[in-house]
């Protein structure tokens, strides 16, 4: 699954929605292979979606 784009890179996810049975509260969980640059890419990007500003590199 192509999730989103960082800086010009494609960042590769898992994408799993675990629910339990007939609930309509589903939870949209989004992982990058452990070690992996979509990794690195995927955590700037929660980073600099939190407001990290420390974890985001200066340009």
């Known amino acids: 699954m192509r999730?989103?784009?960082v800086d010009q890179y494609v960042v590769?996810?898992?994408c799993d929605v675990p629910a339990y049975g007939d609930a309509e509260l589903k939870i949209l969980?989004?992982?990058a292979s452990s070690?992996?640059?979509d990794e690195g890419r995927f955590?700037?990007?929660l980073a600099a979606a939190?407001?990290?500003s420390a974890?985001?590199?200066a340009r």
């Open 3 to 5: 999730a989103g784009v």
């Open 12 to 14: 590769e996810v898992d």
């Open 29 to 31: 969980v989004l992982t």
């Open 35 to 37: 070690g992996s640059a």
């Open 43 to 45: 955590r700037l990007a």
């Open 50 to 52: 939190e407001g990290d």
């Open 55 to 57: 974890s985001v590199p």
